[in-house]
Nanobody, 114 residues
Framework: QVRLVESGGGLVQTGGSLKLSCVLS????????MAWYRQARGHEREVVAT???????YYTDSVKGRFTISRDNGKSTVYLQMNDLKPDDTGVYYC????????WGQGTQVTVSS
């Protein structure tokens, strides 16, 4: 059974930081493209950052210079370090793993107060 479990969300003030973690089990982590998405209320889910098995990284423009995605294959974990958070970063953050198919975590809420 494939599982993705996110943690690290919470409430933070503008300018603050959070670090999200996502642990993958049930399939070989090192083979998967890993990604963080977010969904704000009333909006579609959007990609925030991705990291390939070769550690090729992509960030959406709005988070460049503030967020850092990383992976630890030994711990089957992908991270998202979020600095200088803004109210527009508020939403549910989802972790995904993709190889032969895509899998999703249950999401973790991030709320940035102004």
């Amino acid at each position: 059974q494939v599982r993705l479990v996110e943690s690290g969300g919470g409430l933070v003030q503008t300018g603050g930081s959070l670090k999200l973690s996502c642990v993958l089990s049930g399939i070989k982590f090192s083979l998967n493209d890993m990604a963080w998405y977010r969904q704000a209320r009333g909006h579609e889910r959007e990609v925030v950052a991705t990291i390939s098995p070769e550690e090729v990284i992509y960030y959406t423009d709005s988070v460049k210079g503030r967020f850092t995605i990383s992976r630890d294959n030994g711990k089957s974990t992908v991270y998202l370090q979020m600095n200088d958070l803004k109210p527009d970063d508020t939403g549910v953050y989802y972790c995904s793993a993709r190889w032969s198919k895509i899998y999703w975590g249950q999401g973790t809420q991030v709320t940035v107060s102004s």
